[in-house]
């Protein structure tokens, strides 16, 4: 049995854009998040699976959310106390509006110091950007290891892990030291459904800003740029050397079709037109 870890697992709450409607942008070419419902980060979702994985086997060991945005944000901190987690911090300031991958990055690598865990686990990628930057991103700033598009937690221990990864050839199991980054590929397991017991227990853990009364272990931790030290300049717009210049919403639709035999000319005929267009070769 190795020692009682402390994990950290970077989540995001996203909107749904696996279900765009015509309302899903707004005439300047932006997400309308209004629009569209906020969810748990999908590949989060893995990879706090992940963590409380390692936490069934090793008992004492600490699974802590972080996650950065407005207010509603927590709503993703209950959902993973809801299926197991210890804790949640939720970094919420003005100072961190408007910010890309660079200053999102930064924010959660001075917040992961502070918690100072021996593993970080974050989905691969988040559904509304899909730049799969933040998660190694902040292993750089914090320069620690990194073990990308993880599939599987196989073996941990007081200083090592072993961990499967899906690559778009094949399979790697590899080893790397804590403490670590890992994030986690869409193919690794489903998180565990909520738990009716921890669903009673964390109903009402609400943040300050939620609800200024709350108190004790109901009170989810929430912390701005204050709390976490830093350059301001490089937190929000200031710290962000992206800028988005627009964004399409493109539905595809089928405008024609061919009906094909099994025969070998249809098939020779189907080849020879992929390969004149380029959709193949």
């Known amino acids: 049995m190795t020692k009682k870890l402390k ?7 996203v909107p749904d854009t696996r279900n765009v409607g015509k309302n899903a942008m707004t005439p300047e070419g932006t997400v309308n998040r209004a629009a569209l419902p906020a969810i748990f980060n999908p590949e989060d979702m893995n990879a706090l699976e992940q963590a409380l994985r390692i936490k069934d086997k ?8 972080l996650t950065m945005g407005p207010a509603r944000a927590a709503e993703i901190i209950r959902e993973g106390l809801f299926r197991g987690a210890d804790g949640g911090v939720l970094l919420s300031d003005r100072k961190f509006a408007g910010s890309d991958t660079l200053a999102t990055s930064y924010a959660l690598s001075q917040a992961v110091k502070k918690l100072n865990p021996d593993l970080i686990v974050a989905g691969r990628q988040a559904i509304d950007g899909d730049t799969a930057q933040v998660g190694p991103q902040v292993a750089e700033k914090l320069n620690i290891p990194q073990v990308t598009y993880a599939e599987q937690i196989l073996e941990i221990s007081d200083s090592n892990i ?10 790697e199991v590899v080893s790397a030291p804590l403490p670590l980054l890992v994030t986690v590929h869409a193919t690794a397991a489903p998180c565990r459904p909520r738990n009716a017991k921890f669903l009673m227990k ?13 108190s004790g272990p109901m009170q989810i931790t929430e912390w701005g740029a204050a709390n976490i030290g830093g350059d301001d300049q490089s937190y929000g717009l200031s710290g962000s050397p992206t800028k ?4 399409e919403n493109i539905v595809f639709q089928a405008k024609e079709a061919k009906r094909l035999t099994s ?7 189907l080849i020879s037109e992929l390969f004149t267009n380029h959709t193949i070769g």
């Open 7 to 13: 994990i950290v697992v970077l989540a995001k709450q």
């Open 263 to 269: 025969s070998d000319a249809d098939i020779d005929s």
């Open 244 to 247: 988005v210049k627009k964004v």
């Open 58 to 65: 090793n008992p004492g060991t600490e699974v802590i959310l």
């Open 202 to 214: 964390y109903k009402s853990a609400r943040t300050l800003t939620e609800d200024s009364t709350v």
């Open 162 to 171: 072993v961990i499967r990864r899906r690559l778009e050839r094949g399979i």
